[in-house]
Structures are given as C-alpha cells and as structure tokens.
C-alpha cells in the first residue's frame, strides 16, 4: 500500500502539534523523549483512527474475542501492508493498548479483585496518517495514505506566538491515598513469602494503587509531569473512557524484520539529590546478588516466553544487569533478543508472551493467580503494555508501568516491585513509594 509524506518544521516541538489533535477522536501521542534518553529516537502522533478494535470483558461469545483478536490486527495489517523502510517506524496501522487485565483473561484466571475501572480489555485504533518526530535526523514529518481533513490542517497550519507560549493548566484538589495501607501491604508481602517458601512460585511483583482528585485538562497534566518523569516509553491517549499517561522506561517488545527485542527490568534503587548517595545507591544495586539472581529468574522466563515462537538456537541474552539511570531511579536492565520462527508470527509471539514477565513473577501463571489473589483492585492497563504495529509490521510496545488513568477527575497510579524469598518487607515498600515519587512530589507542590 502507498503513503504519501510531507515534511513539517522540526523546529516546532511535537507537544504543540499535539495541542491540535488533542481532542480528537482517539488521538494518541508516543513521546521518546529522545533528548533525554537515546533508546528510541522517534515520536508519533495521530487520531481519528479508520477503524476500532476492542475487546471489552462481555466479549467472550463474540465476534471478537481474546484468543482471535490478533487475527483481526493481522488480516487488517495484511491487507494494508507496505514495504518497510529503516528512517519510518510506522507507515499506519495499528495503536493501542493490551490492559494487564487481558493477560489474567489469557491465563483464565477467573479474577477475584474489584474491577474499578471501564477500560477495555484491549483496545487498538487502525491509523492511515501519522506525524512522525525522527530526533536523531532532526527531522519531523506527516505521513499518510490519504488526505483528509486533519492532514489538510496540519500541513496548512500556523502556529502564533501566542500557541507556542501557551500555559498549561492543571492542579490536585484531593490528597493522595493508597488502596492499602502500610500495615495491609506487609501482610501482602508475607503471605508471598509463605508461598515462596512453600515452593508455589519464586517470585511474585505486587503493586499498590494511589489516587487523587484533580482539575484541568489531563494533557496538561501530561506535559508538567513528563518534565521530570520523562522515559523513553512514554504515551498519552485519550480516550472517551478516560485518558492514559503512561511514562515507562521499560520496553516490553520491539519487532523487525523478525528480529524481537525484549528488555525487562528488575532492581531498583531510588535517585538522590546528593551526588554520593546516589553513586552509592547505584554501586548497590550494581552489586547486589539479589537484584540480580530476580533480574535472572526474569530473563529465564522472557527466554521460555519468546522460546514458544522463535527459531531453535536464535534466542541470545545480548546484555545483561545493566544499569540505566531514570529522573527517579536507578534500573537493572537486560537485554533478550531472538528470531521469530516462519512456522510462527509476530503475532502469535505477543499473545504468547504477554503480560510481560518483569510485572508478573516467576513461574508465570501461578505468580498472577497470587496477584489476582491479593491486590484489592484490577490493574487495567498498568502493567499491560501500550504501542503499535505497523502496516510493515514492525512493533513496539512497552510494559505499561509509571503509568496514569485519568477517569472522571480521578487520577489512579500504580507502584511495586518484585518479592523475593530474601526481600526485606520495609524495603520492598519503600521501593513501591520511590517509583512514583516525582508524581507525589508534583501533587503536593
């Protein structure tokens, strides 16, 4: 299929073409912050997608359903396929996003928690236009397969000073409370360790939900966040069921050329204002057995997980415990990458693999039963993963952590971290805080 491209003017920051579309019907903004973080070096931005896919929990008798909903996303990215070109990540197709609440619906763990919001299952729009931010080239384009409205407006456009200044607007109206207390979080973590010492899992990554009041517009809360949470998986989506503020440094899936690159996260260590402290912190975490013997115990399991789909002998550990450093935290991060077998698809391969493994614990299925178990409410797309699939089929999606529902002036985020049969309970909860701390700091200002 062809598409049409038209360059635009670098110079104007993509925050403000997005100030155009913000309202639009789905529109969508995949935010590398590249200045910061050179992992990724584009930006898209899109909405008003052609056509809808979504799986809501009433689906299961329909037409749509969980183990067919990737066949639809195929059969439409067959249909619109384009030869695929290295300097455009995406020429179309599909953005969205898989709740964390697929994967229990995958697993069929029949949930027990209290389901707080109505976010579907999983939802992707079919996109035929995009304006792309290539930060490496410094370049900035819009790309399309046909002309419409909004393509029209924005090759046209001329932004005012007044535009380029504008001020955003946004504050709490409430206090931030968690839906456990410290007393109920401990109880959790021991339980885990019950079962980890009964032989029930190794590993289980338990989280704790925040929420506030607000007023403004959410974008706007985007932009004063982004500003110290930056990641370089960051996204904003809205949404007629609410919007998505997602600031993740984890990627769960990259896909090209079917080559497929995971990199999971385990082992944190909060950031300090104090150079020493911080060197310290990040010399800790660099040495700690066990962050690292956690870290391992994931990419074993992410190696099993893209195992199901890859070629015999091609799946390689390319880094491991490497550490990355965030607005907030230090990261041990690794680095799997293997080749997705013909017999197979790309498809198949998300499907098979999701949720990711660094957010669920090891073994898998059992570690989500004890999640569903324990934490209070449903997850929904925290710790899901957000990101697209393109006409070319080339796919990046991240693990849906540091990430923020905006519902009915209600803000909902998430903190946790992985249990272990050596974690010491004060430190796992201080772990939970130090993840979402610049967002408690913001609100409190």
């Not at 049409?4 to 789905?26: G, R």
């Not at 979504?54 to 195929?74: A, H, M």
Request: aromatic residues 12%; neutral net charge; hydrophobic residues 35%.
């Amino acid at each position: 299929m062809n598409f049409h491209i038209k360059d635009l003017d670098y110079s104007i920051p993509p925050t403000k073409y997005f100030d155009i579309i913000k309202n639009n019907d789905w529109s969508i903004f995949l935010n590398s912050n590249y200045e910061k973080y050179s992992d990724q070096r584009f930006d898209i931005l899109t909405s008003n997608p052609i056509e809808k896919i979504i799986l809501d929990r009433t689906d299961r008798g329909s037409k749509i359903n969980k183990d067919n909903i990737f066949e639809k996303i195929q059969n439409i990215i067959k249909k619109n396929q384009c030869s695929s070109q290295k300097e455009i990540p995406f020429c179309g197709g599909a953005i969205g996003f898989m709740s964390y609440d697929y994967g229990n619906e995958l697993h069929n763990i029949e949930t027990k928690n209290i389901e707080c919001f109505n976010y579907p299952l999983v939802a992707f729009g079919i996109y035929d236009w995009c304006i792309t931010y290539d930060h490496l080239k410094k370049k900035s384009f819009i790309l399309y397969h046909k002309k419409n409205e909004i393509v029209d407006k924005i090759i046209n456009y001329k932004f005012t000073d007044k535009e380029l200044s504008q001020l955003r607007n946004f504050k709490s109206v409430s206090s931030c409370e968690s839906n456990m207390t410290y007393d109920l979080y401990k109880s959790k973590i021991k339980k885990i360790l019950s079962y980890i010492k009964k032989g029930d899992c190794y590993q289980v990554n338990l989280a704790q939900r925040f929420s506030l009041g607000y007023e403004g517009d959410e974008y706007s809360m985007y932009e004063i966040l982004n500003s110290s949470f930056a990641s370089p998986y960051s996204a904003y989506m809205n949404y007629p069921f609410g919007k998505i503020l997602s600031f993740s440094p984890e990627r769960f899936l990259s896909i090209q050329n079917n080559i497929v690159e995971t990199k999971p996260i385990k082992g944190t260590r909060p950031r300090s204002e104090d150079l020493e402290i911080d060197k310290m912190n990040l010399h800790e975490l660099k040495t700690s057995d066990k962050d690292r013997a956690e870290n391992l115990m994931i990419v074993d399991l992410l190696r099993n997980d893209l195992g199901i789909n890859c070629k015999n002998g091609s799946i390689k550990v390319d880094k491991l415990f490497e550490i990355e450093t965030f607005a907030n935290v230090h990261h041990l991060v690794s680095t799997i990458r293997g080749e997705v077998d013909k017999s197979s698809s790309i498809y198949n391969l998300i499907k098979d693999a999701f949720p990711g493994g660094s957010i669920t614990g090891a073994p898998k299925l059992r570690s989500m039963q004890i999640i569903d178990e324990l934490e209070p409410n449903n997850r929904s797309v925290y710790c899901g993963s957000i990101g697209y699939i393109s006409f070319d089929e080339k796919v990046d999606l991240n693990i849906s952590i540091r990430t923020m529902l905006a519902v009915d002036n209600n803000l909902y985020f998430w903190g946790g971290g992985g249990i272990v049969a050596d974690s010491d309970i004060k430190s796992e909860y201080n772990e939970s805080i130090a993840k979402v701390k610049p967002l408690l700091d913001t609100f409190s200002d």
